[in-house]
């Protein structure tokens, strides 16, 4: 009984730690100086925005993983997202995981 009752705490925290890896990665890198979570647009778009306009589409994370290395403008407005290129691939695709994630 211990065994299932510790399994399901392992797969508990499991299920929590990306999401909140990847927020604190967004803090870490200072994504949220100009995105919200969700709310109100600030500089860029909310992420809860960008789920919604990527949703389904097969090779978003792709699209948004390059976006964010290479920088970008015109998808969202004039104001241009600068290069991240300093952020380590990995620390990207989880960003991106989550970003698409939110509902």
Do not use: F
């Not at 065994?3 to 499991?14: K, Q, S």
């Not at 299920?15 to 500089?43: D, F, I, M, R, W």
């Not at 097969?58 to 952020?87: C, H, I, S, Y």
Request: glycine share 8%; aromatic share 4%; with cysteine.
């Amino acid at each position: 009984m211990k065994r299932v009752a510790l399994a399901i705490i392992v797969a508990g925290l499991a299920a929590a730690a990306p999401a909140q890896a990847s927020e604190a990665l967004a803090k870490k890198y200072a994504c949220v100086a100009c995105h919200n979570v969700k709310g109100a647009k600030t500089v860029g778009p909310t992420y809860a925005d960008v789920a919604k306009k990527y949703a389904g589409q097969k090779d978003a994370e792709a699209r948004l993983v390059d976006k964010v290395k290479k920088g970008g403008q015109g998808v969202w407005g004039q104001t241009p997202m600068p290069p991240n290129a300093a952020v380590p691939d990995p620390d990207v695709r989880a960003l991106v995981k989550w970003i698409l994630s939110i509902k």
